[in-house]
Nanobody, 131 residues
Framework: QAQLIESGGGLVQAGGSLKLSCAASGSSIRTFSVSAMGWFRQAPGKEREFVASIAFAGVTTYYSDPAKGRFTISRDRAKNTVYLQMNSLKPEDTAVYHC?????????????????????WGQGTQVTVSS
């Protein structure tokens, strides 16, 4: 079992900032350990899409094109926690943001930038950016 608890979402004006947090816990997390964590988002009527991910060893990061230069992903390995600092927010960033945990195999780019590469998911936190 695994529990992922996201926090930090809310309503912000365009140009503002938010910092999301996600803490992973549970027996599966302890057993298999976390090799990478990621953030995905899903806007109303759209499919869930990749935002950013981070490998826990070496701190390699990946970003989607919309996130590059505005969002920063970081992690606290000891706490199995991942953060997403979002700056210069735009109305099109409005979505439910989900964090996810990768425990299987090496955290290569093709794996941890896709939905299929993750084993456990959080319920999501709403981010709304007003114009």
């Amino acid at each position: 079992q695994a529990q992922l608890i996201e926090s930090g979402g809310g309503l912000v004006q365009a140009g503002g900032s938010l910092k999301l947090s996600c803490a992973a816990s549970g027996s599966s997390i302890r057993t298999f350990s976390v090799s990478a964590m990621g953030w995905f988002r899903q806007a109303p009527g759209k499919e869930r899409e990749f935002v950013a991910s981070i490998a826990f060893a070496g701190v390699t990061t990946y970003y989607s094109d919309p996130a590059k230069g505005r969002f920063t992903i970081s992690r606290d390995r000891a706490k199995n926690t991942v953060y997403l600092q979002m700056n210069s927010l735009k109305p099109e960033d409005t979505a439910v943001y989900h964090c996810a945990v990768h425990t299987r195999g090496r955290p290569i780019m093709s794996t941890i930038t896709s939905l299929e590469g993750y084993d456990y998911w959080g319920q999501g936190t709403q981010v709304t950016v007003s114009s």
